[in-house]
């Protein structure tokens, strides 16, 4: 089975063909420029963005995988979560297509495509594993029981851990997106420099990243008179640098930390993790070495597979359709983040 997949959540314009839900034939994406110079995402902005791009986008994912509409099966588009203007994009842009070319449309879920990206490369992984989800909008700890079958652990309860590293790259006044201009900077720093405390929260599976970026700033207000800098004061490479590091070796205990405790609570062997954090370096790298000592496999995608893309909604849409299941809030557009199952429980 053949699916045409279109993601326009956030701020990356980007269309798959994904066959058999794990074979990708193309992955295209394009990273709108627009936002970095207002150091955050302008929703007007994205969704015009959107909309300029995405005829091209398609058109470049069927011809890189080689077809044409008239071999695909389904049009699948990312309904739910994500900025409304921007969802629309891909919703209509999908209806059309399926419209004209009169095939299956079917929305899908944001958070399963990033719970499900690990498939992509790691063949034989299938359900029960422990899925963390950490981007820009998310840290959600899911138990994935089967395919369609959650049980939620945990979520933030205030900023994702994306939007902690976003926020602090503003402070430190690094390029945005944050995450890659944060772990840029702390290759060079000391994680030991300054002690951040960790959120571990273990009354709870939640998790909490708004005290740490706030620390981050009291930091910078104790060591300089005044803060926010004037424009004539810059903060210095090494301290930037080490600051950093201190910060993502915070973030990142914290996160392996509890998504190990809680595979050890429940009994699960595997962890996957995925979304935009799952790129960095170290927190691969942590999760990997722990998953060792603790005999727990544990899968993360490629960082193209991490980030927002259209082929992970692809994955996603296929095992939709092969259990026959329903679209995705009924194919309608919407902000909200509730991942809802949709396979029965046995
Ligand atoms: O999954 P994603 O592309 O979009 C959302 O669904 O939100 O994640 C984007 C987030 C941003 O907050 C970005 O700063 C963060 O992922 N990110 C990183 C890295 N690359 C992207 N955070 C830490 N280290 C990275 N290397
Ligand atoms: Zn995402």
Redesign the pocket.
């Known amino acids: 089975m053949k699916i045409l997949a279109i993601e326009t ?2 701020d ?1 314009t980007a269309a798959a063909v994904v066959e058999n839900g794990r074979h990708v034939l193309s992955n295209i994406i394009y990273s709108q420029r627009i936002h970095s110079k207002f150091g955050g995402i302008v929703p007007e902005l994205a969704s015009r963005a959107h909309l300029e791009k995405i005829n091209i986008v398609v058109e470049y994912a069927l011809k890189k995988a080689r077809t044409s509409i008239s071999r695909i099966d389904a049009v699948a588009f990312t309904s739910s979560p994500g900025l409304i203007g921007s969802l629309l994009v891909g919703q209509i842009t999908a209806e059309a297509i399926a419209y004209i070319f009169n095939k299956r449309l079917i929305g899908v879920n ?1 958070l399963e495509g ?1 719970i499900f990206s690990p498939l992509i490369e790691h063949k034989k992984l299938k359900p029960p594993f422990l899925s963390l989800t950490v ?4 840290t959600d700890l899911v138990i994935v029981k089967d395919f369609g079958l959650y049980e939620i652990l945990g979520r933030t309860r205030d900023d994702a851990a ?2 902690a ?2 926020k602090v790259a503003k402070l430190l006044n690094l390029k945005y ?4 201009s ?2 840029k900077f702390a290759r060079k720093g000391n994680p030991e420099a300054i002690k951040f405390s960790r959120p571990y929260m273990f009354e709870t599976w939640d998790f909490s990243f708004s005290g740490i970026k706030t620390a981050v700033l009291y930091y910078l207000q104790k060591r300089f008179k005044q803060f926010p800098l004037s424009h004539k004061t810059t903060i210095p490479v090494r301290l930037t640098c080490d600051i950093c590091a201190s910060f993502q070796d915070a973030v990142t205990d914290t996160l392996v930390e509890k998504t190990f405790r809680a595979a050890k609570e429940y009994g699960i062997k595997k962890i996957s993790v995925g ?3 799952a ?3 170290l927190l691969k790298k942590k999760f990997y070495a722990r998953g060792l000592r603790e005999n727990i496999s544990v899968y993360v995608p490629s960082p193209a597979y ?3 893309n259209a082929a992970m909604m692809g994955c996603a849409a296929y095992y939709r359709l092969k259990y026959g299941m329903p679209s995705d809030n009924n194919n309608a557009v919407s902000s909200d983040s509730t991942l809802v199952s949709w396979m029965d429980k046995k």
């Open positions: 959540s956030c990356e944001h990033h981007s820009g909008g998310h994306g939007e590293f976003d997106p944050g995450g890659p944060v772990e979304g935009g954090v790129s960095n370096g991490c980030t927002d």
